[in-house]
């Protein structure tokens, strides 16, 4: 059975976006972009939500060729491609860059890949992962959180019908007062 993780850029007061999709808080240091580009690279599947793969697919395909790319983003935009996507979507109609689109029942789905053999999934987007999280399918939660309240948005955590239990398996802190929080989900 494949691991499926959801990992997100946090504020302290536990949104991934303030309102309005503004990201702008949370740009990441090279240590924290690194670490990001690592996780990417370990990961053998990226399941998007529309909302944050439009973000994605409409700066990553051609961010290794713009002037003034470092080196990291060169390599991070090259991971980014080459990882196999799926797209959740009942909107979107075209997709590229190693994706596939599924319009069906994105809890169904996931549960089926999860199933599959093969390395750590990835979930991406907010939406997307509070289905999976609601329905129990999470396995790994990973919390860049940088200090600052935003004090609205899009959060991190779904509401929930029954408590999520967890263990503490890494902390890490980056400059800048950001820290890094990975748990597992007791199963």
């Given at each position: 059975m494949r691991k499926l993780m959801f990992g997100m850029n946090v504020s302290l007061d536990g949104y991934t976006a303030a309102t309005g999709d503004d990201l702008?808080?949370?740009v990441?240091?090279?240590?924290?972009?690194?670490?990001?580009?690592?996780?990417?690279?370990?990961?053998?599947l990226a399941l998007y939500g529309r909302k944050l793969w439009e973000t994605m697919s409409s700066h990553w395909p051609t961010a290794?060729?713009?002037?003034?790319?470092?080196?990291?983003?060169?390599?991070y935009a090259r991971r980014w491609r080459d990882m196999p996507k799926v797209v959740f979507s009942s909107t979107v109609t075209k997709v590229d860059w190693n994706t596939r689109l599924y319009t069906g029942d994105a809890v169904e789905e996931i549960t089926r890949l999860k199933a599959e053999d093969g390395g750590p999934m990835d979930i991406a987007g907010a939406t997307l992962a509070g289905a999976a999280m609601r329905a129990g399918l999470i396995d790994e939660y990973v919390l860049v959180t940088y200090p600052v309240l935003i004090g609205g948005g899009t959060p991190f955590f779904t509401a929930l019908d029954n408590w999520v239990t967890l263990n503490l398996v890494e902390t890490r802190t980056f400059p800048g007062g950001v820290v890094l929080t990975r748990y597992e989900t007791k199963r």
């Open positions: 702008g808080w949370g990441p240091s090279d240590e924290v972009f690194q670490w990001w580009s690592d996780q990417v690279a370990g990961c053998d290794d060729q713009q002037p003034g790319a470092t080196p990291a983003e060169v390599e």
